[in-house]
Nanobody, 115 residues
């Protein structure tokens, strides 16, 4: 079993920045890929960014150049640095990790971009 604890969400003005963190814990961790997704009110959950164990990254088109995903393998933690935030980035952000053949989700953290 893998437990994920997310932090770093909050209220920020347009153009501002936030850094999300998600730390995994559990026995026999063997995490490969790590992901961030988000879900806005009334919308489907959507992919935001991913990072492999080899640090290869991928981003959804609307966040390219503004968001940066990174990981600290020693801490089993994935980060999402979000810059130049826009109101349309408002959503609950979820991390997901792949441990072996199974995927695990975090509880979500609210990000609100508003003046």
């Amino acid at each position: 079993q893998v437990r994920l604890v997310e932090s770093g969400g909050g209220l920020v003005q347009p153009g501002g920045s936030l850094r999300l963190s998600c730390q995994a814990s559990g026995s026999k961790l063997s995490i490969s890929a790590m992901f961030w997704y988000r879900q806005a009110p009334g919308k489907e959950r959507e992919f935001v960014a991913s990072i492999t164990s080899g640090a290869n990254t991928a981003y959804e088109d609307s966040v390219k150049g503004r968001f940066t995903i990174s990981r600290d393998n020693a801490k089993n933690t994935v980060y999402l640095q979000m810059d130049s935030l826009k109101p349309e980035d408002t959503a609950v952000y979820y991390c997901k990790v792949r441990n072996g053949v199974l995927g695990y989700w975090g509880q979500g953290t609210q990000v609100t971009v508003s003046s």
